[in-house]
């Protein structure tokens, strides 16, 4: 059986390569670099001021005991986990950033993998649905030791507000995002007020949305957000003194408001 060798001429003068998208269709240009620009920040959002924290302590310091509490209402964490029921599929190899001892998915989907993140072994330990964690201060160091291209989704709930550098943190969960990948980031108006942000602690539910829109929008690469807001409202109200002190302080009446940012790495190439 004769086997055909493939052969080869030599060009001089070679066309520059035509790049294809993901339709197969051929870029009318081809890009000036190959170096792609995709994940690099490209403005920072907080001012010296708006990173500021009342306590200014190590982070270490402040999470060293465990917490096994819930840091919102049923109501948010139903919400949250359809959400995530909507958003993520059963194949998903997902990071949980900023986790603790709970993690608020689909108690009846088995995820490929999920990996928790935070600042307490206790309670990461103590967390069923981690395959294992990692203990890092991502106020002290951004970058995980996972390659790139490691995660379907990445998650981060009601702990954005401690972030002191949310540019860098949300360039390198794009590094660990598949292209494609989804990175959900949920909060509400609670907070350990003394380890939030500056820019956050003076901001209203409007303004901590587009705070975290603009954490997005700061990285090269992330699609549009989508904003997903549920506010209070206002049934089952607390008519407890504490719940008459905080509704005279505008803190929340009813449910605890639910607010989630989401967004995608983007699966065409940017090139500079």
Avoid at 160 to 183: I, T
Wanted: positive net charge.
């Amino acid at each position: 059986m004769n086997i055909l060798q493939p052969t080869f001429k030599w060009n001089p003068n070679p066309k520059p390569t035509r790049i294809f998208n993901i339709q197969n269709q051929i870029d009318p240009k081809p890009p000036q670099s190959s170096t792609s620009s995709a994940g690099k920040i490209k403005r920072t959002v907080l001012t010296k001021e708006g990173r500021t924290k009342f306590d200014i302590t190590p982070d270490r310091n402040f999470y060293s005991s465990p917490r096994f509490v819930t840091h919102v209402d049923n109501t948010f964490i139903t919400t949250l986990t359809n959400l995530y029921s909507d958003k993520l599929r059963p194949e998903f190899e997902i990071l949980d950033l900023m986790s603790s001892w709970v993690s608020h998915l689909p108690g009846n989907v088995k995820y490929k993998r999920v990996i928790g993140h935070g600042l307490n072994p206790q309670e990461l330990a103590k967390n069923p649905r981690l395959d294992y964690f990692v203990v890092k201060d991502l106020n002290q160091d951004q970058e995980f030791e996972f390659e790139s291209g490691s995660f379907d989704a990445v998650l981060c709930t009601v702990s954005v507000q401690y972030l002191e550098q949310p540019e860098k943190v949300f360039a390198e969960v794009f590094r660990l995002l598949k292209p494609g990948g989804v990175f959900i980031v949920s909060f509400s108006n609670r907070m350990f007020y003394e380890k939030a942000v500056g820019a956050w602690r003076e901001g209203t539910g409007f303004g901590r949305v587009q705070l975290v829109v603009q954490y997005f929008q700061c990285v090269e690469g992330f699609t549009e957000p989508e904003v997903v807001r549920k506010l209070a409202d206002g049934t089952n109200p607390d008519r407890s003194v504490f719940g008459w002190i905080k509704g005279v302080l505008g803190l929340w009446s009813g449910s605890d408001p639910f607010y989630a940012v989401i967004a995608y790495k983007n699966f065409k190439p940017i090139y500079e």
